[in-house]
């Protein structure tokens, strides 16, 4: 499949771009020794290969589940400001008026 100047200047209108005659002729270029290259894969013999979802194998590197003892209420709020016995006490920011 071959791409025209007719082609490129649709484009070009599309993405509503201007571009001068050399430019596009400049393009034209480009996009069909892309395309030509884009080809050379119908040249592969694909019969025996599997499709992908990914081209690499990855494994995650997450750290084991481990249960560890969390800070308790008490540690949390000792070096608070001001605490009461179950929370942090801030400021009131919320004005109704």
Do not use: G, W
Not at 11 to 25: C, K, P, Q, V
Not at 56 to 69: A, G, H, Q, S, T
């Amino acid at each position: 499949m071959a791409v025209s100047k007719k082609d490129v200047e649709y484009i070009a209108n599309l993405a509503r771009l201007e571009f001068s005659s050399s430019e596009i002729e400049n393009f034209t270029d480009q996009l069909n020794q892309i395309l030509q290259y884009v080809d050379k894969l119908n040249e592969l013999d694909t019969d025996n290969i599997e499709p992908l979802s990914h081209p690499v194998e990855n494994v995650n590197v997450f750290r084991d589940d481990i249960l560890k003892p969390t800070v308790s209420r008490m540690e949390a709020l000792k070096n608070a400001p001001e605490a009461n016995d179950e929370f942090f006490k801030v400021p009131k920011i919320i004005k109704v008026d």
